[in-house]
């Protein structure tokens, strides 16, 4: 099923001409988030180029996503403006309210009993006012996203903070507070600062045990968790676009732990396999028509450092599997000196548990690495040493890895396959 097809059509159809416009505006080639931000301005294009880190903007998001911790104050607001439906497609997801303790079914079950009164309040709210409804189990708020909603060159926003996964499919995709999300269920606009831009240019291409998830770590390591704030990260290059789009969402996703006001790839083919591959082949088709309104103008690929306020370049060809932590998201240390570390800082040498899974690492490409991983540890004869768990990112990709054997891989060796939810890195561990 395809959701928002005419909002998309619409799009599409009004982008190439607000592009232009805005291309002329500011007399310049522009990034592929100029080129989103610019299209969905609230009201007509301004006199003047609005200047970045500097003027704030009013924005008109397509899409609003909310998870169950954070969608209650917002749909009590909500329910007090005057509408009898949301001006915008709009979702609640039921994800974060899930205690990771004994198992998927069992968990689930608790869940539902002990948090029955907010999802019973979620669903009749979002019955009555024509939001989407995500019951607990269905999935991880950002995965479902990705797999149902994001589309490239679109807007959203979400009460919650790895809302930019989207940037997988090329959306510029911001997390906000309840309160911005009921303003653009109202039909209101969204005030934003102009971001600044930070390019990050990939070349080369990922190989051995090398994934996307290094490439945040990496960058995490160069920027620092400060050094996003108020700016969009854009990557681009040949090197992005050898990486699939839920690798390309893993790397958006952990622009949060650097600060960035979101993280976006150009449209490409590995977008488009992923839109065919979810059943969104119309929407693929369609980004296709516009592709090089959905990419940088090739004068900023070609000179980077005159477009972007700040560029980092990586060749992935020379980058090797990284470990971040502890403490913080941005002590960045490549696997081959982390035995050094450990004993040069004295850090516990005993990994007590893992986990496999979690916003940014929940698709069937992450679960299905770690399965590899597991079958060949099994073949040499190893056993798991430590406690570890899976959450499945969706119900897709919990079907997918049960149809593939992968969860029958992990139970093998003890591993322990929670609900597809976010309990585990929001502290509902036990």
């Known amino acids: 099923m395809v959701f928002d097809l005419d909002l998309i ?8 001409g607000k592009v232009d416009a805005a291309r002329k505006l500011t007399g310049k080639p522009l990034t592929l988030a100029e080129k989103i931000l610019y299209a969905h301005l609230y009201n007509a294009q ?14 008109a998001p397509d899409r609003v996503a909310m998870q169950d911790a954070t969608a209650q104050m917002a749909l009590l607001q909500f329910s007090t403006a005057g509408r009898s439906r949301v001006a915008v497609p709009s979702t609640v997801h039921c994800d974060h309210l899930i ?23 979620l669903s009749s709210i979002s019955n009555k006012y024509g939001i989407g409804f995500w019951k607990p189990g269905a999935g991880i708020i950002h995965q479902v996203v990705l797999e149902n909603y994001a589309f490239p060159g679109g807007m959203m926003i979400g009460t919650d903070s790895h809302t930019p996964n989207a940037g997988g499919l090329g959306m510029v995709a ?12 109202a039909g ?17 291409r990922m190989s051995g045990w090398v994934s996307a998830k290094d490439v945040i770590l990496w960058v995490a390591g160069q920027l620092t968790v400060k050094g996003g ?15 699939s789009a839920t690798g390309k969402g893993t790397i958006c996703n952990m622009g949060a732990e650097i600060g960035a006001t979101c993280s976006v790839f150009s449209y490409d083919s590995k977008m488009a396999d992923y839109l065919n591959g979810t059943g969104r082949a119309e929407v693929a088709s369609l980004a296709d028509g516009i592709r090089n309104y959905l990419r940088p103008d090739e004068e900023v690929m070609a000179d980077p450092a005159k477009y972007y306020d700040q560029v980092l370049e990586l060749d992935l060809d020379t980058l090797e599997p990284y470990v971040n932590g502890p403490f913080t998201p941005d002590l960045a240390t490549p696997i081959s000196k982390m035995a050094e570390a450990v ?9 007590e548990v ?66 597809n939810a976010c309990g585990p890195c929001i502290g509902q561990w036990a």
């Open 9 to 16: 059509k619409k799009l599409y159809a009004e982008m190439p």
């Open 46 to 59: 301004p006199a003047t180029p609005y200047s970045r880190g500097k003027d704030y903007v009013d924005f």
């Open 99 to 121: 205690q990771a303790k004994a198992g998927a079914v069992q968990d689930l079950a608790t869940a539902n009993e002990v948090n029955k009164e907010v999802y019973d309040f």
């Open 174 to 185: 911001i997390g906000v507070g309840g309160a911005d999300a009921v303003d653009v269920m």
């Open 188 to 204: 209101l606009p969204w005030e934003l600062k102009m971001p600044k831009l930070i390019g990050v240019k990939l070349t080369g």
């Open 229 to 243: 704030t108020g700016a969009i990260v854009e990557y681009f290059g040949p090197g992005a676009d050898s990486i």
């Open 343 to 351: 004993k040069e800082n004295g850090w516990p040498e005993k990994l």
């Open 354 to 419: 893992a986990l496999i899974g979690s916003c940014t690492n929940s698709s069937y490409e992450d679960i299905s690495r770690s399965a590899s991983i597991v079958k060949d540890a099994v073949s040499q004869g190893l056993e798991a040493k430590s406690e570890f768990t899976i959450t499945p990112g969706s119900e897709l990709v919990r079907y997918t890895i049960e149809r593939d054997g992968f969860i029958n891989t992990f139970e093998s060796v003890g591993g322990v396959v929670l609900a």
